[in-house]
Structures are given as C-alpha cells and as structure tokens.
C-alpha cells in the first residue's frame, strides 16, 4: 500500500507549460515506478453512500487506486485502517485485502483504476 496525501504535494507547470507562466499546474500523485507493469483494466468514477461500506476483498492479479473526491473514508488494508479526504490517494497492491468505509455525512467520490498483471486472476470476497 502507498498513501499519497494531496495536501502535502505543491502544484507545479504541467511539463508541456511554460513554467514562468503556466496555463496550467499539477500536484504529481504518483509516477509510472508506483504502479505494476500490466494492462489497464478499469477507470471508474465510483459513489460510496452514506453510512455504507464496500466488501472486504482482494484482486489476484491487479493493483488498484483510490483517489477520493468529496468526502473522508476509512480505507481498511490488512490490519492498517488509514483516514483519506478529498485529494488524497492510495494505491493498494494486488492480493492485499481491502475495504473502504464511508465517514462523511454525505456520499463519497472517488476515482478507482485497476492495472492486472494479466496472470488471470480473480477477485476474492473475504
């Protein structure tokens, strides 16, 4: 697992800007070093309700990453709960088991992309 806290990394001239005047700024949440060699599998905009929480389960082959939009959850992997708010990432590796907890008074937002190994796995529920 690695947390990415959005907070704490500074925006800076996207690389095709100039940077004494950019059009536009980034904040880099992760490089292609953070993520496993393989094929995309999924893009999702995904919605978390209220008081709801999402099955514990694993991928056997494919890494997944959070980043949350509005809101705060509670994001379980393994033994480690972790707290994320809008703007915070995590990117949990294959056959970790994982869970995500809605805490906010509201539905949550989140962005989640998987890359596979391509080894044919599955999903498992725990």
Request: avoid cysteine.
């Amino acid at each position: 697992m690695k947390i990415i806290r959005g907070s704490e990394i500074d925006f800076i001239a996207a690389s095709h800007e100039d940077p004494k005047n950019p059009g536009v700024l980034k904040r880099v949440l992760a490089t292609r070093d953070d993520f496993v060699p393989g094929q995309i599998m999924m893009l999702n905009w995904a919605r978390l309700p209220k008081g709801s929480s999402f099955a514990a389960h694993y991928h056997e082959d494919m890494q997944e990453t959070f980043v949350i939009l509005t809101g705060e959850v509670q994001m379980i992997v393994g033994e480690e709960a972790v707290d994320l708010n809008a703007g915070d990432a995590i990117v949990i590796d294959h056959q970790e088991i994982h869970q995500m907890h809605n805490r906010s008074d509201h539905d949550v937002e989140y962005i989640v992309f998987g890359v596979s190994t391509e080894e044919g796995g599955k999903t498992i529920v725990v």
